[in-house]
């Protein structure tokens, strides 16, 4: 599990990944899981090399949303099974102590990014992949995607990478109970039933779609969705009355921005808003 040398570079718009794709277009970066011959499996290299891109996005304004999708018709097939999982059946405590805990680390980057995710889901998004997209902040899916929570068909528990947490607040206590526990597939229907995706469309539209709402995320205030996203973490560890009281200084802080002043302003003179991120 040697480190790989490939520090991330600013701006992102000129990084070059070693072990995915990025775009930066217009404040939107797409994110490429790009090994479509084994349906964009993830290897110890490509879960630290993200980890580090999305602790790097808190350091670039130029970045405002990110979209994250699958090369292949495939979103990500998880962990390697050779590359990883034969590995990790010859490791000792302490070295699977660290995987996981490396493993988490892509979670943790995730969840304190300032940008709001967008996961397009097509195809296959198993194990890792299914917490990818469950760590994103929105998901889109294709018409055909499945995603299941694989880690109890390898002989292991639900609990991975924050799926214990994190999956019964988007889809409910009973129906992430289902998915962990038996490791089957959810379809797109199911997962837009039950939360889990905010929509379905076709496949040739799935990343499209995403970016256009990465895009539309992108053009609104860029301090408050930051602020949006944080207190929506936040928030799940609080009582009502301590949420309404650090929202309450939360939106105290946005009324604080440029932004602010230049809604009203438009709206005064009904215009729309353009909205510039400070």
């Known amino acids: 599990m040697s480190r790989p040398a490939n520090p ?26 790009n ?9 110890f290299e490509s879960y630290r090399e993200l980890t580090d891109f999305f602790r790097a996005c808190a350091m670039d304004d130029e970045v405002k949303t990110i979209v994250v999708s ?37 979670v943790k980057a995730m969840r304190a990014c300032p940008q709001p995710i967008v996961a397009a889901v097509e195809g296959i998004c198993a194990g890792a992949g299914a917490i990818i997209a469950m760590a994103s902040d929105l998901r889109i899916a294709a018409t055909g995607a ?6 109890n068909k390898v002989g292991l528990a639900g609990c991975d990478m924050g799926a214990c947490a994190i999956l019964p607040r988007i889809i409910g206590q009973s129906r992430a109970s289902e998915l962990l526990y038996t490791g089957r597939f959810m379809t797109a229907e199911e997962g837009e039933r039950w939360g889990f995706f905010s929509r379905i469309v076709t496949p040739d539209a799935v990343l499209a779609q995403a970016q256009l709402l990465a895009k539309q995320i992108s053009d609104g205030p860029t301090f408050a969705n930051t602020m949006t996203k944080r ?9 009502v009355e301590e949420a309404i009281e650090a929202e309450a200084v939360a939106q105290a802080l946005c009324m604080t921005t440029e932004d602010f002043a230049r809604a009203f302003e438009a709206f005064s003179n009904k215009r729309t808003p353009a909205f510039q991120g400070n």
């Open 8 to 33: 991330v570079t600013l701006p992102l718009a000129d990084y070059s990944p070693k072990h995915f794709l990025l775009a930066v277009v217009g404040g939107v970066a797409t994110v490429t899981l």
């Open 35 to 43: 090994r479509p011959e084994r349906k964009n499996p993830l290897t």
């Open 70 to 106: 699958g090369a292949g018709g495939n979103f990500s097939s998880g962990g390697d099974v050779f590359e990883i999982i034969g590995p990790l059946v010859q490791m000792d405590t302490k070295g699977l102590t660290a995987f996981t805990r490396m493993t988490g680390d892509l």
């Open 146 to 151: 499945k995603v299941a929570f694989l880690f």
């Open 231 to 239: 207190m929506l973490a936040m928030e799940w560890a609080m009582s």
